[in-house]
């Protein structure tokens, strides 16, 4: 079958969009007073940082007034100790927040980023933050014909990642290592955890995610199986606006302190074990 007609097939209608932002806490209309997490874009004034950071149930998100995220609560206790003012920017697509660092709009961006060469190009990378993988989230119907064991089995076959995902480069990496095309989908945006929530309403077969995030989002659906991997453990990062050296170390100076404290163990803990 023609792939554009298997996209056309995948269409994923605006209400059903709204309804998965709206349970998962995504979607907030209203401003938090006196919060340094914001809604609209305004670039802040004097030495306060501009942090595009991904909304994910490991990196950040927000419900009942409360903000949490392994990175996110890791860096604002940083800020924290070192006197530094910050206001976030919560964005889904990390296409636009990668354009947005580099035009400098943002000052840094905290996401689930394996730390790539590709990426090095273009962006200077902290020091790793904490070790993950991807892996192929795809419902847990072993039996099916299209259930994926291995990695190899991608060969031909349609994976959705987010737009703008450095996910991309390990994926094209693999089809090289396999002599054979694997088909990506994507749509504008679309973040890995509604890319997985899809995955597990049956909207899309499959999806490439972070292991991390997928852990956290099969523990709401159950019948996601997120057992198969698509690359080795590899060092996560966060990024920051080319040419700022200055603020690159100041921050893995910080990370390398921050990581040896009972309060990063008791993060990793809670978000990555």
């Known amino acids: 079958m023609d792939k554009s007609n298997i996209l056309k097939k995948l269409w994923i209608p605006l209400i059903v969009v709204v309804a998965i932002l709206a349970v998962t806490g995504l979607y907030r209309r209203n401003h938090i007073s006196g919060s340094t997490l ?22 950040y998100n927000f419900s009942t007034d409360t903000a949490s995220g392994f990175d996110y609560e890791m860096l604002s206790d940083i800020f924290k100790q070192h006197g530094i003012a910050a206001r976030f920017y919560p964005v889904g697509a990390l296409e636009s927040a990668f354009e947005g660092l580099y035009d400098g709009r943002y000052d840094m961006l905290v996401a689930s980023m ?8 273009y962006f200077p990378l902290t020091d790793d933050v904490y070790l993950d993988r991807q892996v192929v989230v795809q419902p847990g119907d072993s039996t099916s014909n299209h259930y994926i064991s291995g990695a190899q089995q991608l060969v031909g076959d349609t994976v959705w990642l987010p737009e703008g995902s450095p996910y991309l480069t390990r994926l094209r990496n693999l089809s090289k290592e396999l002599g054979d095309s694997i088909y990506i989908a994507t749509r504008e945006g679309y973040s890995s955890e509604i890319l997985a929530i899809m995955t597990a309403l049956g909207k899309i077969p499959k999806a490439v995610v972070g292991e991390a995030v997928a852990r956290r989002i099969a ?42 404290t009972p309060r990063y163990a008791a993060l990793a803990d809670r978000y990555l074990n």
Not at 225 to 242: E, F, G, N, R, Y
């Open 219 to 260: 523990q709401r659906y159950p019948s996601l199986d997120i057992k198969t991997p698509v690359s080795l453990t590899q060092l996560q990062c966060w990024a920051v606006a080319p040419g700022d050296s200055v603020l690159l170390d100041s921050l893995n100076r910080w990370i390398n302190e921050y990581k040896d």
């Open 38 to 59: 914001v809604n609209g874009y305004s670039r802040p004034g004097g030495d306060t940082l501009a942090v595009a950071i991904e909304m994910s149930p490991l990196t």
């Open 114 to 121: 394996p730390k790539t060469s590709t990426l090095k190009r």
